[in-house]
T-cell receptor, first 113, second 116 residues
Framework: DQQVKQNSPSLSVQEGRISILNCDYT??????FLWYKKYPAEGPTFLIS?????DKNEDGRFTVFLNKSAKHLSLHIVPSQPGDSAVYFC????????????FGSGTQLTVLP | GAVVSQHPSWVICKSGTSVKIECRSL??????MFWYRQFPKQSLMLMAT?????????EQGVEKDKFLINHASLTLSTLTVTSAHPEDSSFYIC????????????FGPGTRLTVL
């Protein structure tokens, strides 16, 4: 039972354009949502997060939108740069005491120069 | 953010041997560390939660006698893969978590284990 789904395994975008990565979840106990970026053979690096009490959080070129009623969030990168090419994971945290991350399957973003 | 190191970064071993992977927090005292495993083209799967001074909590399906976790101090957790088999070949990643605020987890660079 996948609690976190990233239905697009890959996405290609032209440099300078907007990249939109989507994530759907089923667990209503998730109250904090993180996005991580991962290069091959490296650990994930934190990108941006959003609390369930907000619907938007912006940090530079990165904006995350949360639609709680639809249990959907998206990461927007604009303008996209070739260095953004990586795998992006959506990783919600549940409100339980363990505060564990649940990773989505990831989306491979390729930004074409 | 926190700086997390892992050692070794890459290890090749024969089937049946044991391998120890270290995870160190270089600038942050972590009461809780997490161990993940990532198979090729798959997502990160949580294996266990490592608590300083107490027994680790393992996820369903993860054998605690095969994957020994020791969190001896606030800056060091070790994962030992005992009697490794080829199917244990994977990318092992540790992380530590802030206990307040944004609940970010900071990940180590990972350890590539190849069992021949």
């Amino acid at each position: 039972d996948q609690q976190v789904k990233q239905n697009s395994p890959s996405l290609s975008v032209q440099e300078g354009r907007i990249s939109i990565l989507n994530c759907d979840y089923t667990n209503s106990m998730f109250d904090y949502f993180l996005w991580y970026k991962k290069y091959p053979a490296e650990g994930p690096t934190f990108l941006i997060s959003i609390s369930s009490i907000k619907d938007k959080n912006e940090d530079g070129r990165f904006t995350v939108f949360l639609n709680k009623s639809a249990k959907h969030l998206s990461l927007h990168i604009v303008p996209s740069q070739p260095g953004d090419s990586a795998v992006y994971f959506c990783a919600p945290i549940s409100s339980g005491s363990a505060r564990q991350l649940t990773f989505g399957s990831g989306t491979q973003l390729t930004v074409l120069p | 953010g926190a700086v997390v190191s892992q050692h070794p970064s890459w290890v090749i071993c024969k089937s049946g041997t044991s391998v120890k992977i270290e995870c160190r927090s270089l600038d942050f005292q972590a009461t809780t560390m997490f161990w993940y495993r990532q198979f090729p083209k798959q997502s990160l799967m949580l294996m266990a939660t490592s608590n300083e001074g107490s027994k680790a909590t393992y996820e369903q399906g993860v054998e605690k006698d095969k994957f020994l976790i020791n969190h001896a101090s606030l800056t060091l957790s070790t994962l030992t893969v005992t009697s490794a088999h080829p199917e244990d070949s994977s990318f092992y990643i540790c992380s530590l978590q802030r206990t307040s605020g944004s609940w970010e987890q900071f990940f180590g660079p990972g350890t590539r284990l190849t069992v021949l």
